[in-house]
């Protein structure tokens, strides 16, 4: 049963987790730390490393290949048995070595991000890491820390915590020491308790702590995480539908070739039989790309590595291509679209609205407006990080006083406080009493307008203190209300002289003489401008989800270029009232969804993958990991993300930035197509050693093919090429084009014709050096012939793949991997063809230079046809 610490007293709580307020001695810490455990998260169990080798075999393929393995060793071809397990072996240990450094890559993502934690042991202060806090320790909690495990408050100094981490409420919650009554309160209305993942935005308090790790609400979230299992991407599904078709119908082709064997055999001897086996063993060599899964595997590599030197961290490579296809993009508002930072924008002071760094101290009313903006707030400044600590907001009045050449330490050591009135939600105000430099003793108030504009009686102008005419309040209101209508957050400020002075109290807060506005916000990225307009050109729709207020959320929107005429922006409240079939119909003219729970961000991606979209979904907090494990492509946030939403995620952006993402679908795009091309040069020279070898075995002639012969093109003088296809550079405007049809599998109709007319030239070419050998010298050379020319063709074939356009316009020069890999292939070949040792092995018959000087002719000639037809517009 949960412990309901919120309803009892502070003493209550210490006593039920047998503490103190002195914190607890080193050994009690040490005691608890063995019996609960660390403070983290509890992943789900990693497989052991021999789990993982050995599921590397699993595939229907890498099956087939064990039992033509089997057959060679049977039938004494011990080469080509060595040749298949060492392949097997070496694919099985790149899988694992892959799957152990993504674990280790993630690992040390968290260690960057692991948290200290300032706690009363033996009476003394100490900083630990947070995975040492315990039950019953006593921890100190100040303006900028992260809360490290859920606790109960025992003494609070205007504590306000932001916890959108957890809850999705923007806005800090301000806490409280106070029991709270009832037996089901809700995780937010909980003001006396903090949570791990939470971040102290304003004042101090001292909590002792009640649960730690997976007993925390982040671990409760994590848990459920961890029960959750992502779908598969569209080419692991197209890959995986390819891989049992081709299985089945290399069995059946399997089964087909050895029975025409047996036939023109004429006989069911051993010797026939293991014949006749060797011949289905070279036709399934052929038929199965054994370097495909290791090509792909590397192509998605090359592209997690761009990617990660811009920012986007993919967690798992498979889901490199998914990019490729998303077309909407549910974004978040802070952080990634905007700055998170709040900013000054406008000051409204003597009648006159200005731009705050218009704000002068030679002016007497604007040196009042900054005095009290910097006195009667928080904020301070870290000397040693030089950034400012504190609630956004009044971070950015320091940046006022900043700008002007205050540094607010100092001023505020010049104006001590005497007496300060913090700020709480009901009254919405903050004053604090100063002796200013003339002598004068003065209350300095800030808060919403509403409030301090009906508690003031007077106005500051130049000409003097003057009365606060009805005209002169709706001048006030008028202004405000323009500001509010862009988004812009906006202050108040007064004084009022309180002679003598030491002390004030709420009753003290009237008769105000009202200074003047401020206005700030928390600014769009200037890249994200770009990046929108990008993504809209390339067909990406880009959707806004914000905790915010719908008129902070529509304004940005609107800067941004995501709200546009005729779009539409719903509050949660409205979302809510919405069935969804309703949904359904508004939902492409809808562009903003603000005031939202972590229930309708699902809600929302889900809307938009039953219309058949691939959705992308921004979050940082634990309550957005359910919608970013439900999106297509999650996107967790690097620098403010929880762990939990890094865990849930597909890709983690290290900048926070919008522009980052839509730089990945770009990459993600160009991923796509170079594994398209890719699997077309290797299924198309497959296709031809298939055509190869079912000719021969209808026609009942010799085998053109050993198959280790087969495997070395499959392995060695193929595998070069695919990688350099793989780095092909995006030839044109990749988001001048539409987002894939994510149905559309990828060997569609179209490219396995054009994968088919492909392997029956470099087939009919193959065939021709073939029949030129068995009628020169025999079976010996009409098969080492075969093998020179089938290599080569597939060699020239990697200039045909590189992309749709001819050769002549991608230009040779524009990917030098391709020149190297054709010439490391020619190189490999030679050293089969002339070296001893090696054409030994490979069963090598004498041949001329003019018979090789043939063949290469012929294997050029497939390309010589392919580039006619692309540049006559045949692709």
Known sequence: MESRYYSQTPEQVLAAVESREEGLTSQQAQERLERFGPNALREEKKKPVWQVFLEQ??????????AAAVISMLSGNVESTIVIFAVLILNAVLGTVQHCKAEKSLESLKAMSAPTARVLRDGER???????????????LEAGDMVVADGRILHNYSLKVNESSLTGESEGVEKTEAVIEGDKVALGDRKNLVFSGSLVTYGRALVVITGTGMDTELGKVAALMNQTQRRKTPLQESLDQFSRRLAMIILIICVGVFALSLYHAGSFGTQA?????????????????????????????????????????????????????VSVICSDKTGTLTQNKMTPQTAFV??????????????????????????????????????AV???????????????????????EQYPRLCELAFDSDRKLMSTLHVLEEGETVMLTKGALDVL????????????????????????????????SQGLRVLAFAFRGMPGARQVTLVDERDYTFIGLISMIDPPRPEAVQAVADAKRGGIRTVMITGDHKVTASAIAKQIGILQEGDEALSGGELDELDDQALDRKLEHVSVYARVSPEHKIRIVNAWKRKGKIVAMTGDGVNDAPALKSADIGVAMGITGTEVSKDAAAMILADDNFATIVKAVVNGRGVYTNIKNAITFLLSGNMAGIFSVLVTSILGLPNPFLPVHLLFINLLTDSLPAIAIGVEPATGDLLSQKPRDPKEPILSRSLMGRIGVYGLLIAAATMAAYFMGLNSGGSALAMTLAFATLTLARLFHGFNC?????????????N???????????????AVLFVPFLSGLFQVAPFTMEQIGLCALLALSPTVVIQIGKCVGLR
């Open 273 to 325: 039989i293991l014949d006749s086996l060797m011949f289905a063993v070279a036709l399934a060599v052929a038929a199965i790309p054994e370097a495909l899964s290791s090509i792909v595997t590397i192509v998605q590599a090359m592209g997690t590595q761009k990617m990660a030197k811009e920012n986007a961290i993919m967690k798992e490579l498979k889901a490199v291509e998914t990019l490729g296809a």
């Open 816 to 830: 030098k991997a391709s020149l190297a890999a054709f010439c490391a292939g020619i190189v490999l070949l030679a």
């Open 126 to 140: 100490l900083v630990i890491p947070s995975a040492q806090i315990v039950p019953g320790d006593i921890v100190e």
């Open 57 to 66: 075999f699993k595939d229907l393929l890498v099956v087939i290949l064990i």
């Open 350 to 387: 003597d009648g006159e609205l200005i731009s705050c760094q218009e704000l002068t101290l030679e002016n007497p009313i604007h040196r009042r407006l900054v005095r009290a903006a910097i006195l009667a707030s928080d904020a301070t400044t870290d000397e040693e990080k030089g950034t």
């Open 453 to 484: 504009l009906d508690r003031s009686v007077s106005l500051l102008t130049s000409e003097g203190v003057v009365e606060l005419t009805q005209e002169r309040r709706e001048q006030i209101l008028a202004v405000n209300q323009a500001l509010s």
């Open 390 to 412: 504190g609630d956004p907001t009044e971070v950015a009045l320091i940046m006022i006083g900043d700008r002007m050449g205050i540094e607010e330490r100092a001023y505020r």
């Open 802 to 814: 590189r992309g749709q356009q001819s050769i002549f316009a991608l230009g040779f020069l524009s």
